[in-house]
């Protein structure tokens, strides 16, 4: 089983950056798809954004396209999510997911699809 640990949230202005990461532990980093997903209080927890095993398939939902990207370094056992042109409505907690894949170049865009998942870690956004 793979264990997932986020940083890097913060406290940041509108307009502002923040690079989240999500170091993976106790399996091949490299099995696993993986995503991004944030919930705001009081909501459901949302697909970000998504990243295929290989790397080379990556998809982001449209409220944050141009603005964030994810990424990943299988030399580190870590993936990322970029986030810039912060907005406040991009306040929540963000959560890392991982999914054993079989395709290297499959990802996923729903809760359901993962099985292991981060503690979160906080990002507000002031206006």
């Known amino acids: 089983q793979v264990q997932l640990v986020e940083s890097g949230g913060g406290l940041v202005q509108t307009g502002g950056s923040l690079r989240l990461s999500c170091a993976a532990s106790?399996?091949?980093?490299?099995?696993?798809?993986m995503g991004w997903f944030r919930q705001a209080p009081g909501k459901e927890r949302d697909f970000v954004a998504t990243i295929s095993r290989s790397g080379e398939r990556t998809y982001v939902i449209d409220s944050v396209k141009g603005r964030f990207s994810i990424s990943r370094d299988n030399a580190k056992d870590t993936v990322y999510l970029q986030m810039n042109s912060l907005k406040p409505d991009d306040t929540a907690v963000y959560f890392c997911a991982a999914r054993r894949s079989i395709r290297t170049m499959q990802y996923y865009a729903g809760v359901p699809d993962y099985n292991y998942w981060g503690q979160g870690t906080q990002v507000t956004v002031s206006s």
């Open positions: 106790g399996d091949t980093f490299s099995s696993y798809a």
